[in-house]
Nanobody
Framework: VQLQASGGGLVQAGGSLRLSCVASGRTFSSSDMGWFRQAPGKEREFVAAIRWSSGTYYADSVKGRFTISRDNAKNTVYLQMNSLKPEDTAVYYC????????????????????WGQGTQVTVSS
């Protein structure tokens, strides 16, 4: 399984970015997908997840600003990030695994076996 993330960059506070993650090597429509981020000196943290059924989950810190979506025809998951804040600065990673038994697992990085290479998002104040 390979994941290729893209779309990161430098943006001013209040701006927007859309991250994309293309998956290959497994049946995408039968996979749960997640976005996580890691800032320097901090642990990797959950951002958003979308189940195979398109159910979505968000960290409280991004709720109302970020939107996760998927296009099964393109094997791609997206993260639309609006109203960006300096504290959103981090390397963003997409991750995937087969359908998980409960939403308890989709927000935990240890639940995912496959990870993309990460894309840097920097928000200036």
């Amino acid at each position: 399984v390979q994941l290729q993330a893209s779309g990161g960059g430098l943006v001013q506070a209040g701006g927007s970015l859309r991250l994309s993650c293309v998956a290959s090597g497994r049946t995408f429509s039968s996979s749960d997908m997640g976005w996580f981020r890691q800032a320097p000196g901090k642990e990797r943290e959950f951002v958003a997840a979308i189940r195979w059924s398109s159910g979505t989950y968000y960290a409280d810190s991004v709720k109302g600003r970020f939107t996760i979506s998927r296009d099964n025809a393109k094997n791609t998951v997206y993260l639309q990030m609006n109203s960006l804040k300096p504290e959103d600065t981090a390397v963003y990673y997409c991750a995937t695994d087969s359908v998980m038994s409960s939403s308890y697992y989709v927000i935990r990085p240890g639940s995912y076996e496959y990870w993309g290479q990460g894309t840097q998002v920097t928000v200036s104040s």
